[in-house]
Structure formats: C-alpha cells, structure tokens
C-alpha cells in the first residue's frame, strides 16, 4: 500500500460506528495501485507468455525476489521489527528494508504501528485496523481502500522503532525507493538477462500481486481457515497450507498467544522458513537475542484448550450419560487433576528458584515438561473418543 495522510476534513469527534456506516472516502492511490497491478499482471502474463515466451531466467529472478519480499516481511517488517522478537545486524536490516520496500505494503513504521494495534485489539471491530470480524474482503484488502479510522496509523506505539534511523530513512524517502526498487531492480535485471519486457512484466507486476495477497491472507485466511491448538480467545488460526505460502507465517494461532516467539511454526517439523532463515543467521552472528517461549507454557496453553473443549464436548450429554460418556467423564477429571498438580509442581519449582535455594531446575522442568508431553498425546486420544 502507497503511503498516505488522513484527510484534511477529518473530524476526530466522529464516532466509529458513524464511520463505519458512513463508509469512508476511497484511497485512490491505494485502490488504483492495486487495480493496476492486478490487471497488469491478469493480461500481460498470459499475452507476453505467448507472444513472446519466458525465459528462465525470467522465472528465476521472479521466485528469487517474490521469496526476498516475502520474507523481508515475515522476517524483517512482521518479526524484527513489529515484535522484537530478536536483534539483527545492520547489513541483515538493509536488505529487510530494499525487499521490504519492493514488497509495497508501506514504510516499516506505518506497517509496524498498524501491527502493533492488530495484536492489541485483535478481532477489535473499531480498533483492529484488519478485524476478521468485518469480514474477507475488509480483512484482506478492504482495510486499505478506504480512509477507515481504524487503519491510520498511530505512531505513539512504536517510539523504539521511531529512533531507528534506517527505518527514519525508508519512511521519509517511501516514494522514490517504492519506485526505485519496483521499476529499477527489475529493469536491471532485464538488462543483464537481455529480456527487459519480460522482466519488467514477471518481476516487476506479477512478483508483486502474488507478494501482496500472500502477505493479506495472514490477515484473512489466518483469522478464519485452520485450528486453535492454543487458544480460542481470538480469531487467529493455525494452518499448514497457509503456512506453506506465507513463509510459515500461517501458525498465526501459536503467533497470537506467543507473539514476541520469533517462530510461528513451533514444533521444529512445522513449515516456518523465516524461523530457519533468522536461526541460520545465528550462527553467523547475524542476528542474536533470538526469544523462544518456554516450553512449559506453549504445553500449558495447548493442555488448558484440550480441557476446555473437551469439557464443551461433555457437557452436551446429560448429567447421567451412557456408560462409555460417564468414563470419559471420569478419565477428563483424572486428567485435569493431574493437569493442575503439574501446575503446582511448576509454581513451587519457580518460587525456589527464585528464592535462590539451589534447585536443579533444568531435570525437573524436564520431568514436568515430559509428564505434559505424554498428557497431551493422552488428552488427544481422549478426544478422539469424543468426536
Ligand atoms: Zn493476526
Ligand atoms: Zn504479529
């Protein structure tokens, strides 16, 4: 999205509701941007793809710089930046900023302030400024077509980001390095691969159209397609395929709960290649600080949702069920006393440890963690029973 100011006939006394049924006047450099590009790209590929034919090197450059934005937003703008979730280098920052500046969806500080307020007011019908409550369309793209209240910017939010002078810079010179990375980077390399046309319509409008809605399905699809293995107390789902095309950004369930985890993607299995990507970095010294969530309290929130829908699920039968209903019954409350005395165990073990007596906290958070473990995988069987 092209940077922009609110209106001058902006009355601040408005209130949100009125707004919001007032419909709000259009962004038209937004709306035109995105019109465009999709058209551009919707009749061009296909007309350049026949006439003429893409080259590899087309296609290579396209997937290199589609991947570089991609991750230049999940890495840089989403995980660095908006949730310090880790420290990185100042050259590891450059390129964050010139791919994330070609990926067009605003200065880092504009985006970073936005997604600040997203996760403070998460599915926040006036507040959020993407709420999956206001529906698909709003959450994906809508939210940036019209001047709503809820998604301008606030800046009072990010005043640690607000003294970094490279993203001063980036936010101050927006346009001209919007165009020059979109138009010279791949004008460029259509120079060096002798196919500026191809180029300029592969890289330049199709990288960016596909980079743009990848990025707004982690504020539609993520909110709506998927399962909440650690909470329900907002829309935010986890979902593999999502995360496959969104650089593992689609475990925005674990993301919302944990937010400063510089993984999305927890389990070492799941698809997060910007977590590989700032782990990779580490060794290098590239980047350092890198923040994990305990174990211990990733298993409690997974352990506190499977009771709680297995408790929904049970409370469905009558006081006096079937037989097979009454043992299940049975087994949950044995579990969830067992549940709650690792609990306890856990809070005795922290009040040790900080009351400095010499507790070997490492091998018994390990037995706690262990005992959780092989109760999750019994909390799921018991589910399934349920289901
Ligand atoms: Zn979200
Ligand atoms: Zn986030």
């Given at each position: ?5 609110a209106p001058?006939n902006h009355d601040p006394q408005a209130s949100m509701s009125d707004t919001r049924s007032a419909k709000p006047p ?99 019908v006036d507040q959020?400024p993407?709420?999956?409550?206001r ?8 939210w940036?077509?019209r001047d709503y209240p809820s998604g301008r ?235």
């Amino acid at each position: 999205m092209v940077s922009y100011a609110a209106p001058l006939n902006h009355d601040p006394q408005a209130s949100m509701s009125d707004t919001r049924s007032a419909k709000p006047p259009l962004i038209w450099t937004n709306l035109l941007m995105f019109v465009l590009t999709l058209a551009a790209t919707v009749i061009l590929v296909p007309w350049y793809g026949l006439t003429h034919g893409f080259s590899t090197a087309d296609w290579c450059v396209f997937a290199v710089f589609l991947v570089a934005n991609g991750m230049a937003i999940t890495g840089g703008y989403h995980r660095l930046w908006a949730h310090r979730a880790y420290e990185a280098h100042w050259s590891v920052k450059l390129v964050y900023l010139v791919f994330g500046t070609m990926a067009l969806q605003n200065s880092a500080l504009v985006w970073c302030s936005g997604h600040r307020k997203h996760h403070l007011n998460v599915d926040d019908v006036d507040q959020d400024p993407y709420s999956a409550r206001r529906g698909f369309w709003f959450s994906h793209i809508g939210w940036m077509l019209r001047d709503y209240p809820s998604g301008r910017p606030d800046f009072a939010n990010i005043p640690d980001l607000r003294k970094d002078p490279m993203l001063a810079f980036q936010h101050r010179y927006y346009l001209p390095l919007v165009l020059l990375a979109n138009f010279g980077l791949p004008l460029l390399a259509g120079i060096i691969f002798h196919d500026v046309l191809g180029m300029m319509i592969l890289v330049g409008f199709a990288r960016l159209v596909w980079a743009h809605h990848v990025t707004f399905f982690i504020n539609s699809l993520a909110h709506m397609w998927g399962t909440q293995p650690y909470t329900d107390e907002n829309s935010a789902r986890d979902n593999p395929v999502l995360a496959v095309i969104t650089y593992g950004e689609g475990y925005h369930n674990f993301h919302h709960i944990f937010a400063h985890d510089y993984r999305n993607g927890v389990r070492w299995w799941q698809w997060d290649p910007t977590k590989w990507m700032i782990a990779g970095l580490q060794l290098f010294g590239l980047t350092w600080r890198l923040k994990r969530t305990p174990r211990f309290q990733i298993q409690r929130a997974c352990l506190a949702m499977q009771f709680r829908r297995a408790q929904a699920h049970l409370a469905k039968f009558p006081e006096a069920g079937p037989s097979h209903i009454e043992q299940l019954r049975t087994r949950l409350a044995h579990e969830y006393d067992s549940f709650l005395s690792a609990l306890a165990d856990w809070k005795r073990l922290k009040e040790e440890w900080l009351a400095e007596k010499k507790v070997d906290l490492q091998s018994r958070l390990h037995d706690i963690e262990r005992s959780l473990s092989r109760q999750i995988r019994r909390m799921r069987l018991l589910q399934a029973q349920l289901a």
